[in-house]
C-alpha cells in the first residue's frame, strides 16, 4: 500500500458525510449497541430502550384501532335507520315527490331513492305511554334505501303491506319492551293535532297491529321509532298524497357531501338536502376529538421511551469517551462522531417501532377475530370490542415514533462530538 493512500475503514480528515463514510458510521453505531462483557448494563439498556418504544407503538395501534372500531361501529348502527342523504322543502311537505324522485334517481352515484312521511306522535297501550317518532315507509323501497330490514328481529317490512284489519306497526325492542307488547298485539296512536270540535283540539287517534320488531343497537332508534306504511302515515297525519321527504342511498357513503351539492343545485329553492355527517356531526365530531386526544395521550409512552433511549446514549458515549478520541485522531470529525450516535438511537428507535407494528397488529387482530374482551351487550350494545385497523394509523404511528426516536439522539451526538481527544489519551 502507497504512502499516498488511507485504509478502507478510515475516516477521511476532509470528508464531511459523502457517500462513501455511510457504511463506516453505520458499523460503528452497529457495534456500539453491542457492549462489552464487562459492561453489560448498556446492552441491557439498549433492550429496555428497544423494548420501551415497541410497547408504546403497541399501545397506540391497539387504542386507536379500538376506537376506530367504534367509530365503525356507531356510523353503522347509524346508517342502518338513516339514509345516506334526506331531502326536505322548507315550506313543508313534499306534494309532487315522484317528480323530485326522477331528477334524483337520474344522478350519478346514487343506487336508490325512497319517499316517507315522519311526525311526532304518541303511543299507548295498556295505560302505558310514550312520546316517539312515527315514520312511514313503502317497505320495497325502504329496503332497497336503508338497512332496517337487516335489524329486523321478528317479523319483516314485507309485513306492512298485509291488509288485516288494522294497518301494521313496527317498533323498537326497547319500547316493545318498555310497553309489554308483542307481535300481533294491537296499540294506539295519538297525534297531538286533530280536528276542532266543540270543546277545543280534539286528537287524532289511530289503532295499529304490531307486525315486527326491529333492533339497532342504539337506545335513541330502539326507544323512539316506530315503522308503519307509507298510505297509512299519510292517512293519519293528513297529508293526502304528499310526503315529509325523499331518502336517498348511494354507492358511497363518503361522496354524501359532494351528491348533497348536487341535489342542491338540482332542485333549488324551497328544496334543501342534508346528509349523514350534517345530521350526526357533533357526534362524529366528539369521537375524532376523542380519537386525536388517545392519540397526543399514547404519544407519551413513547416519549418517555425516548428517554431511554438518551440514556442509553450518554451512557455510550461516557464508555467510549477513549474510542472517540482515538477516532478523532485519526481524522473523524464532529458530523462524522454525531452520525454514529444518531444511526445507534436511529436504529434503535426502528427496531423498536418495527417490533411494536408487528406486535400491535397482532394484538389487534387477535381481539377482532376471537373476541377476547366480552362487553355486556345490555349495556354497550356490542358483544365484544370492535377492532378496525387503518393503514393511516399504522403509518402516523411508525412516523410518530421513529421521529421521536431520532429526536431523542439529538443531544447525546452533540455531547459525543465535544469529546476532547486530548483528555482521555492523556495517559495513555
Do not use: C
Not at 339 to 368: D, E, K, M, P, R
Amino acid at each position: 500500500m502507497g504512502s499516498g493512500q488511507k485504509p478502507k475503514d478510515t475516516p477521511s480528515p476532509a470528508g464531511h458525510g459523502s457517500f462513501r463514510h455511510f457504511p463506516y458510521h453505520l458499523f460503528i453505531a452497529l457495534r456500539y449497541l453491542k457492549s462489552k462483557k464487562r459492561h453489560k448494563g448498556v446492552s441491557f439498556n439498549t433492550a429496555i430502550s428497544i423494548g420501551g418504544v415497541a410497547l408504546g407503538v403497541m399501545a397506540l395501534l391497539v387504542v386507536l384501532s379500538v376506537m376506530s372500531g367504534f367509530h365503525e361501529d356507531l356510523q353503522r348502527k347509524i346508517l342502518g335507520v338513516n339514509a345516506h342523504i334526506v331531502v326536505l322543502d322548507y315550506k313543508g311537505a313534499l306534494p309532487e315527490y315522484t317528480q323530485i324522485d326522477a331528477k334524483i334517481r337520474g344522478l350519478r352515484d346514487v343506487v336508490s331513492v325512497s319517499p316517507f312521511v315522519l311526525g311526532q306522535v304518541m303511543i299507548s297501550v295498556g295505560g302505558k305511554g310514550q312520546g316517539v317518532y312515527l315514520r312511514g315507509i313503502d317497505p320495497s323501497l325502504e329496503e332497497k334505501t336503508t338497512d332496517i330490514a337487516r335489524h329486523m328481529k321478528e317479523g319483516s317490512l314485507s309485513a306492512l303491506d298485509v291488509k288485516d284489519g288494522f294497518p301494521g306497526i313496527i317498533l323498537g325492542k326497547e319500547l316493545a319492551n318498555r310497553l309489554g307488547v308483542f307481535v300481533g298485539d294491537a296499540i294506539h296512536i295519538l297525534s297531538p293535532t286533530g280536528e276542532i270540535g266543540p270543546l277545543g283540539m280534539l286528537p287524532r287517534v289511530k289503532s295499529f297491529k304490531v307486525v315486527g320488531i326491529f333492533e339497532v343497537g342504539m337506545f335513541e332508534y330502539d326507544s323512539n321509532l316506530v315503522i308503519t306504511g307509507l298510505k297509512p302515515a299519510q292517512g293519519f297525519f293528513d297529508l293526502g298524497n304528499s310526503v315529509t321527504g325523499i331518502e336517498v342511498r348511494l354507492s358511497d357513503i363518503y361522496k354524501a357531501p359532494e351528491v348533497r351539492e348536487k341535489i342542491q343545485s338540482e332542485l333549488g329553492f324551497p328544496y334543501h338536502a342534508r346528509d349523514w355527517m350534517q345530521m350526526n356531526k357533533n357526534l362524529f365530531s366528539a369521537l375524532k376529538l376523542e380519537k386525536f386526544a388517545m392519540f397526543v395521550i399514547l404519544v407519551l409512552i413513547v416519549l418517555v421511551a425516548s428517554f431511554n433511549i438518551v440514556s442509553t446514549l450518554i451512557m455510550n458515549v461516557i464508555e467510549k469517551e477513549r474510542e472517540i478520541a482515538i477516532l478523532k485522531t485519526m481524522g473523524a470529525t464532529n458530523g462524522g462522531i454525531m452520525a454514529i450516535f444518531v444511526f445507534q438511537g436511529f436504529i434503535i428507535g426502528l427496531i423498536g417501532t418495527l417490533i411494536g407494528l408487528v406486535s400491535g397488529y397482532l394484538l389487534s387482530y387477535v381481539l377482532n377475530t376471537y373476541e377476547l374482551i366480552k362487553l355486556p351487550p345490555d349495556i354497550y350494545y356490542l358483544s365484544h370490542l370492535p377492532v378496525k385497523m387503518n393503514l393511516s394509523d399504522f403509518i402516523s404511528v411508525s412516523l410518530s415514533a421513529i421521529i421521536i426516536s431520532f429526536l431523542s439522539t439529538i443531544y447525546p451526538a452533540w455531547q459525543a462530538a465535544k469529546v476532547n481527544p486530548i483528555e482521555p489519551l492523556r495517559y495513555e
